[in-house]
């Protein structure tokens, strides 16, 4: 069955930095696009980037646009997501999710998600 698996999240201090890193199972991976979103508390989850199938495309939120870098390795089956200049608004659990269309901002059109981790940027 299909697994991703994220992990890297924790506590950081504002201005800090992360790397987080969802390893995949049971798919393909170099034919799907991948996503990373994230849901803060009391809040709706939302997106914050995706990646083509080669990582030749990569797009953003606004809201992070210039401080986080999505990648990806596909020998390795595993996408990135490197988050710097971390802010307290940042705070939530992060998901990465594959979708075996193109990359979409829209979370409906994601096949599999993984469990999420924890992002703490104090302030």
């Known amino acids: 069955q299909v697994q991703l698996v994220e992990s890297g999240g924790g506590l950081v201090q504002a201005g800090g930095s992360l790397r987080l890193s969802c390893a995949a199972s049971g798919l393909t991976f170099s034919i799907y696009s991948m996503a990373w979103f994230r849901q803060a508390p009391g809040k709706a989850r939302e997106f914050v980037a995706h990646i083509s199938r080669s990582g030749g495309t990569a797009i953003y939120a606004d809201s992070v646009k210039g401080r986080f870098t999505i990648s990806r390795d596909n020998a390795k089956n595993t996408v990135y997501l490197q988050m710097n200049g971390l802010r307290p608004e940042d705070t939530a659990v992060y998901y990465c999710?594959?979708?075996?269309?193109?990359?979409?901002?829209?979370?409906?059109?994601?096949?599999?998600w993984g469990q999420g981790t924890q992002v703490t940027v104090s302030s």
């Open positions: 999710s594959a979708t075996a269309g193109l990359a979409t901002t829209r979370q409906s059109s994601y096949n599999y």
